[in-house]
């Protein structure tokens, strides 16, 4: 039988890291019963662990005692890290200075590691993550990126699997990994099951339509700041980028080179996301008809306003207006 090792951080936690971990508890547990149900084995021996016996989870409002401490698990197969308020090594308390520095050491033995949410910090600060891909919170993006630059962080992606380790979004998402996690290790038959048990969606893949857009103004450029103001002011309008540059008196291709320095993004990709993000809020509070909406953001070419709106989104223009605007889907019925 595997191991599998559900951490406990006993410091820097929140809400979220209690949910985290009853939440892995509770659906591999599930999926272990399905097998004995059927007469199968347990795919995992399932423990909660610890930094050290003495100290244990307590947020004044609900706590967690782990069973077991790290010191006393020789070899673990996978490991789950909950989200936490951990951001560095450096600003760890010293008992989840000691998870991380056991992260490291298992993963180096085999181990595969799942970070959730947050948790991507935590195992980014063990090292591991330095040129792989991970996924975290949308509204972490920033802080991560400052942090760990060597680390290719796509926050479109909900689920990221790259040499056994294994990340997801932000917030409840944690559950579609736990999905993930359960067909990779169990079957199909037993992540429909857990999936049908716990009323999760099974296959979600994206959480760019959950993500809301408000630009990377944390840097030191301020030719690429005034043209960030000015996109997300101006976005209704015909812009020509060329001309941007020229009036803040930088060449065309030194331009993109610096915005995409600053912000990650392309000057016409960030204006396509200030764009898409407008029309986000109109589909969300207005009765809008897509059209409208498109030219209200500055399109006028529908199937390129399509294209780009479902390739930020995961959804096309009308998916996104009947599944966020409550109105709009109680016309339909």
């Not at 991560?144 to 056994?164: C, S």
Request: glycine fraction near 4%; hydrophobic fraction near 40%.
């Amino acid at each position: 039988m595997k191991h599998l090792s559900i951490l406990v951080p006993d410091e820097q936690t929140n809400m979220s890291t209690i949910a985290c971990i009853v939440g892995a508890y509770q659906v591999f547990n599930e999926a272990n019963n399905y097998l004995a149900r059927k007469n199968e084995r347990a795919v995992f021996k399932i423990e909660l662990v610890g930094a050290t016996k003495t100290d244990f989870l307590n947020n004044n409002f609900l706590s967690i005692k782990h069973q077991v401490v790290i010191n006393e698990i020789e070899k673990t197969n996978l490991i789950i890290i909950p989200a936490s308020l951990i951001r560095s090594y450096e600003m760890a308390s010293a008992n989840n200075k000691l998870l991380i520095d056991w992260v490291k050491k298992q993963y180096k033995l085999g181990a595969e590691v799942a970070s959730m949410c947050a948790g991507s910090f935590m195992l980014a600060s063990s090292g591991i993550l330095s040129g792989k891909t991970c996924s975290t919170h949308w509204a972490l993006a920033e802080k991560f990126t400052e942090l760990y630059p060597d680390v290719n962080l796509q926050t479109d992606k909900l689920i990221t699997d790259e040499n056994g380790i294994y990340t997801n979004g932000g917030a409840y998402s944690f559950l579609h990994l736990l999905m993930y996690l359960v067909e990779k290790f169990y079957d199909r038959q037993t992540a429909i099951h857990c999936a049908k048990y716990f009323q999760i969606d099974l296959d979600r893949n994206l959480q760019a339509e959950f993500s809301i857009f408000n630009g990377h103004k944390n840097h030191n450029d301020e030719a690429v700041l005034i043209a960030q103001i000015f996109l997300e002011e101006n976005y209704r309008d015909k812009i020509s980028i060329e001309k941007l540059a020229s009036d803040l008196s930088i060449g065309r291709r030194n331009f993109d080179r610096r915005f995409i320095k600053a912000t990650g993004l392309t000057p016409i990709d960030y204006l396509q996301r200030v764009k898409t993000e407008a029309a986000k809020k109109l589909f969300e509070t207005t009765r809008k008809t897509v059209n409208e909406i498109m030219y209200e953001v500055g399109y006028n070419d529908a199937k390129a306003f399509r294209e780009v709106f479902s390739r930020v989104t995961g959804l096309s223009p009308l998916d996104y207006k009947l599944k966020y605007n409550k109105e709009s889907s109680l016309s339909l019925v």
